[in-house]
Nanobody
Framework: QARLVESGGGLVQAGGSLRLSCTASGLTFSRYGVGWFRQAPGKEREIAAAIGRSGLDTYIADSVKGRFTIFRDNAKNTVDLQMNSLEPEDTAVYYC???????????????WGQGTQVTVSS
């Protein structure tokens, strides 16, 4: 049974950093692209970053470009999202999702995690 588990969320002051981690189990992780999504209260879910199965292809949304970086370690079945210079507008529940295929971004994701809360205080 495939499972994705996010960790690393929490409360941080504006300008601070957090590193989120997505750990996968029950699937051949190296065959899956992974995206990090976020959903703030009252807003639609949006993609923040994504990475292809080899780690060579990445996508960073304009809203977080220059502040967020995405990494993966297929040996550990993890994809991390390093978030620097955090702003109150980054406050959201962050989810990771995986899709079977090449490339960084997909229109459809096969598996989703439960999410981790990130709160940035001003």
């Amino acid at each position: 049974q495939a499972r994705l588990v996010e960790s690393g969320g929490g409360l941080v002051q504006a300008g601070g950093s957090l590193r989120l981690s997505c750990t996968a189990s029950g699937l051949t992780f190296s065959r899956y692209g992974v995206g990090w999504f976020r959903q703030a209260p009252g807003k639609e879910r949006e993609i923040a970053a994504a990475i292809g199965r080899s780690g060579l292809d990445t996508y960073i949304a304009d809203s977080v470009k220059g502040r967020f970086t995405i990494f993966r370690d297929n040996a550990k079945n993890t994809v991390d999202l390093q978030m620097n210079s955090l702003e109150p507008e980054d406050t959201a529940v962050y989810y990771c999702a995986a899709w079977l295929g090449a490339g960084a971004v997909s229109r459809r994701y096969d598996y989703w995690g439960q999410g981790t809360q990130v709160t940035v205080s001003s």
